[in-house]
């Protein structure tokens, strides 16, 4: 072969691998985010190192420290941080709807998260007419779940700005932006009226606040009486043992990959929602059997992480990603495994079911 053919040829089969390693390995879901398109959120390149560090120091301190008065008003200046971090990551990798759900043999995973974000529907009657509260909605995935299954009109809230941006841009895409609503705002302080919605749900979102009893109590405000609120939460269960340090180790790595100020345990939230002045209509663990592990598309996904890793650290080479996306991307392969390890041990849930209702009359 001459020494130009073999050129021509080096070079087109570099070509076809440059693009088959960012155009297609980029994209772990299909349709999805390409890889080279992993911004950082809100945050500016130049700054994305130096807000992951911020993040990991406020995340990694003792448990103590961040539940201590003073810290609890930084905590959701500390989410919108980590949702700056992680939003592009979490599409590009996981899809539009950020969290679990009970693996369902001979399904897609798409199927049975579409499932589990319709039974939030099913569970607080959303149909036709109804305005119904998305509380922490990310970049929507349930939303317009929840629209396309029930017809009712969704009002989504993120404190993020960034996923505001994504869940109206999908919501157009979809063509379901007249039907779903995003609104960028504090679920502590929602700009929403008193006794304005018929219905509400979040799913795995309120761990983000440190007093479960502030979030609860704003639903319980701005919903009509009579209605009804599901959520989904993120819990230790009866399992775990605060004097294994083994079990502390794996909650605390959930807590510090996930922006959590401290996970709750499964026996306070029933507690919590009637003290605000809801009736518990049901409350359990969506992860028990007869459910299939809800860990275990995360568990499979560690030869993709790897790949992953490999398609983030030579973007940031190259000056495609900015450069922190490595170390948060670390952090998240991290998280994956204090995750999985907290479903097989079943110290963890993160779909402890509570259904709740305003009562008709108010409590004396
Ligand atoms: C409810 C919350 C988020 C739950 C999940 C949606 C996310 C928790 C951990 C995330 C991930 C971990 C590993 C990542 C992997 C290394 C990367 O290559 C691709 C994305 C991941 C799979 C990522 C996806 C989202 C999670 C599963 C919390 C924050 C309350
Ligand atoms: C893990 S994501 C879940 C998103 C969505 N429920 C889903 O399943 O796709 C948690 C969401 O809660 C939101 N959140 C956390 N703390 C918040 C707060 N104080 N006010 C409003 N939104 C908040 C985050 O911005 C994010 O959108």
């Known amino acids: 072969m001459e020494v130009s053919t073999a050129m021509w040829t080096a070079v087109v089969v570099g070509a076809v691998a440059v693009y088959w390693f960012v155009w ?26 130096d807000k992951y560090k911020q993040y990991w120091s406020f995340f990694r301190r003792p448990k103590e420290d961040i539940v201590a008065a003073s810290d609890n008003d930084n905590v959701p200046a500390f989410v919108d941080t980590f949702y700056n971090l992680v939003t592009d990551i979490y599409e590009w990798g996981w899809g539009q709807s950020f969290h679990f759900s009970p693996s369902i043999p001979g399904s897609s995973h798409r199927d049975a998260t579409r499932l589990h974000e319709e039974r939030a529907a099913d569970l ?14 990310g970049i929507g995935g349930p939303m317009r779940a929840i629209a396309a299954h029930s017809s009712a009109h969704v009002v989504g809230i993120t404190i993020n700005e960034y996923q505001v941006a994504r869940a109206r841009a999908h919501n157009r895409k979809a063509g379901l932006h007249e039907r779903c609503e995003v609104v960028c705002g504090n679920f502590l302080e929602m ?16 761990c983000h606040a440190p007093r479960l ?24 269960t009866a399992l775990y043992q605060a004097d294994n340090p083994a079990h502390v180790e794996t909650i605390r790595g959930i807590e510090r990959g996930d922006a959590l100020p401290g996970l709750r345990a499964h026996h306070e939230i029933a507690e919590v929602a ?10 359990r663990d969506q992860a028990l059997p007869p459910a299939e592990p809800w860990w275990t598309r995360l568990k499979m996904g560690r030869i993709a992480y790897w790949r992953n890793h490999l398609v983030v650290s030579v973007l940031a080479a190259l ?8 170390d948060v991307h670390e952090m998240l392969c991290e998280t994956a495994r204090h995750l999985s390890d907290g479903g097989e041990t079943g110290i963890f849930t993160p779909m402890h079911i509570i259904l709740c209702r305003k009562p008709l009359v108010p409590a004396s």
């Open 274 to 283: 009637r003290q605000v002045g809801f009736e518990v209509v049901a409350e």
């Open 124 to 137: 607080i009657a959303a149909r036709p007419g109804r305005r119904i509260l998305d509380v922490g909605c």
């Open 24 to 49: 297609v390995m980029g994209a772990a879901e299909v349709k999805g985010k390409r890889a080279v398109n992993l911004t950082m959120g809100s945050i500016t390149r130049d700054k994305v190192q």
């Open 213 to 236: 009893e502030d979030v609860y109590r704003e639903v319980f405000r701005v919903l009509k009486p009579g209605a009804l609120y599901v959520s989904y939460e993120w819990v230790t």
């Open 319 to 326: 000056r495609i990603a900015p450069k922190g996306v490595v």
């Open 191 to 206: 700009p929403f009226d008193d006794a304005s919605f018929d219905g509400a749900y979040s799913i795995e979102a309120t």
